[in-house]
């Protein structure tokens, strides 16, 4: 068997939940999220940085965790597909956009392209136009759906994310506000 | 038969069309994306060990001696494997049965597989291959077709004709006589090199064997496999290992695409079972993006020489092949892909008269299998090129030329296959005005063209890939008195969407929406045999089985229902979670009671639908059954391009995809097929090259995701899908295949569209920036000899 290195302890928050496992000062936060948490939601589809499918985000940024190694992550908020609804009662618009457009075929990208998409909707203060969506999500390769469907469905969902928005910031005048019906 | 599906297809058509047609959430896409969905690589059981393959870093090489004991010695390895372990060799098509698990005695391409480990974890497993001491005697590596065709040194061992791996020469009317006769005769070399599939999930594979209890004594063998063809396994697993087929169960995960990748077996899945069969553990192998590269089984390079006679008018009079295909070191689907790279070119125009001949040969590199549009996304290439050379020499506008071929509805090809319905000239029409190509074509400047294309593909084969007589397809539907239906099917979802369809079908005939049924797919033990996920026939043969066994229950629910109301059955139909009386709609009950009064009048509700093929469909010659389909997809593509003649990069702006898919089911995702397809050739045509070099002994100088070069986001040109229905009475509701048939015509759409922007062919793939920049300067040099006129009137600059 191969001799293990000492194992460092690693303190983490993963998907908000505070974390601590010891991992080999070797493995990639990869290897850790898929084989010693169970968070299999990040895909491994080259182990060396070239399709994107393990993207996850580090303190809000698009990281590739196949290329970074779980020491890195010491400190940090570490988001994974796995927490990309929390907030968003079970199901981000970003995923419900995806399912209505059949924006995911095999599936294996989509979560890795959910976390880049994500940081985009996110930082991006209006819906986002088709050359901004390619810009962003250049680092996913996709195999199956000539990326058609995932752009559709990405400016889709900041549509609606900017809808809902502005129908909240005009919320006062809203009589569908359950709290304002009440009164 | 009495309960011909198609004849309930057409009562179907009239009734209430209440899912059909629509656009639908996948059935299982939400759990993909929260990250909840176990593909192969998830899985994980107590005591799980990691495998790892050893494999060959020369191209031809006998193998002297292994010797295992290094590895076994080191602590956390628990069993080691060699070829000797697999003496039985075998192949996915039956007649070809030409390898091995591991190698034998010789390595035949490098990474062919000659040992295997399995360990605690990856990295002892890694460090025990490396301890493998292989001594090989190094061969010459033969890895030009030709080249090895002449040789006396025979590559696979099994090969009953040297380096000939298969010839197929077939003669359809009277060629010379149509070559002779023609007002012209286009000819052209084209050289296709080979692609690969790329599926972003690797192959994986995990097998355990339980024993005692229900699985008794021997054992039952599980094998969790990322392939699309669960049944073929099967039976290659029990032949290879001999284990009988009832000790044995396969089960297809959630796949992570396959595109024609995944749909043999390859040494890992033999390997797992071995070492699980030894160690009592279960083991998982899961290959390196390396790996993926090299064990390939994608489109085959192919050289194909083409005479192509037209009369003055554009008729086509005869075509003349001559295909040599390089076929890497094993057989593969090879004898199908040698038969197909001729016979399915055959549509959609009448050819006056054919022949082709093809040869296949044995080489020193990873072995060539089927990659969506298997055989004919090469040759179609050719024929495309050769017919927008004709539309020029004839001064014929492309479309026109090819309108003027098209054989129409329920034609006989020249090759005797039966069409049935046949959209080609409506996908015409739609590309041609989608396109503005009758405005722009003539008006885009120097440097920007248009280019036309067509094709037609296959709906599944008639033939089953070992002879049998039994349904191609078989589905099993039950009902629960909740309300809801389960359905069970050997098919592979691949991505392609598959369980959706079957829940389209299911839920159309029973009046339930989708998120009421249940599909559970692709596990031997507990679903009918199904022949897989390969030849585009899952929509139509899977469909019509599933629309059989579902129409049996609709007519027992309907039959229940009416009964009880005491109307004739005709009034009864079931929509929206419904039972509804036609002529009295406020009349109705939940689907759920409708179901409980059926079960109470026959017991259980389950039905099982199966399907075959028709026989009577295909030419009555050696090889005429091969490449005959029940039903036969049509496609054109035009392709907008933009070429830089300083930098030689061709930009492919927009690519309109009209593709005659019969039905659509669920239209979005027929329009993601399409999609999918068009995005795939035009990978092909501009990007992607599967080769190795000889000059290094036979390594592959890219096998990564970042050298073989797959199109970005960025790269991808804008996809516009245009759904055209030619419904085919052979299909479910008339379906008919959109998975492969939009892949064709986008290479010579491509071409085509260069040559309309700059003036050059390219007749060899990829059409690389040295490519276009050799060919521009031809160009140049002929223009200034005076031999040819500027393009679209434009005087270039000479070099």
Redesign the interface.
Known sequence: ??SPSPASLLSVRINGEPVQVAVQPHHTLLEVL?YQL??????????????G?CTVQIDGEPQLACLTLAIHAEGRDVT???G??TGHGG?HPL?DA?????A????????GI?MSAEALVRKTPRPVTDPE???A???????????????DAVIDASRLMHTDDETADGAGQAPTRPAAAAQ | MPDDPHHDAAEAADHDNWQLGGTHRKVDAMERMRGITRYTDDLKLPGLLHGKIKRSPHAHARIVSIDTSRALAIAGVHAVVTGRDFPIPYGIIPWTPDENALAVDKALYVGDGVAAVAAVDEETAIEAVDAIEVEYEVLPGLFDPEESLASDLQINPYSRKGNLSKKVELEFGDVEGGLSGAHLVVEGEYFFEGTTHAAIEPHCAVAHVERGGSAGDDGLLTVWSATQVSHYLHRELSKVLEVPAHRIRVIQPPLGGAFGGKSEPFDLEFCVAKLAMITGRPVKILYTREEVFYSHRGRHPMLMKYRTGFSRDGKITAVDANTLIDGGAYSSFGLVTTYYSGQLLCSPYDFGSYRFHSRRAYTNKPACGPKRGHGSVQPRFAIEVQLDKAAVALGVDPIELRRRNDMGEGAKTVNEFQIGSNGFLECLRRVEEASGWKERRTTLPYGRGLGVAGSTYISGTNYPIYPNAMPQAAVQVCLDRSGRARVFSGANDIGQGSNTMLAVIVGEELGLPLEDIRVLSADTDLCPVDLGAYSSRITLMVGNACLDAAHRLRRKVCGAVAKRWEVPVRRVTLVERKAIDIEDPDRHIDIAEAFSWAEEDHGLLGEVGSYNTPKDRHGDYRGGTIGASPAYSFTSHIAEVEVDEETGVVTVGTIWVAHDCGRALSRRIVEGQMEGSAYMGFAEALMEQHIVDPDHGGVHPAPSLLDYRIPTFIDTPQLRSLIVEAPDEQGPYGAKEAGEGPLHPSIPAIANAIYDAVGIRLDSLPFSPPRVLQALEQRRAAEAAGELAPHKGTARRTA
Do not use: H
């Open positions: 068997m191969s898929r169970d968070l299999i939601g990040s895909k491994q589809g080259c182990d060396k940085g070239d399709c499918a994974t597909v796995e990309l609804a199901v995923q995806f399912d209505r457009w059949d995911a075929q095999c599936g294996f990208c989509t979560p959910l969506v390619r810009a999500l250049a680092g996913n390769l996709c195999r199956c759906t000539g990326y058609t469907k995932i752009i």
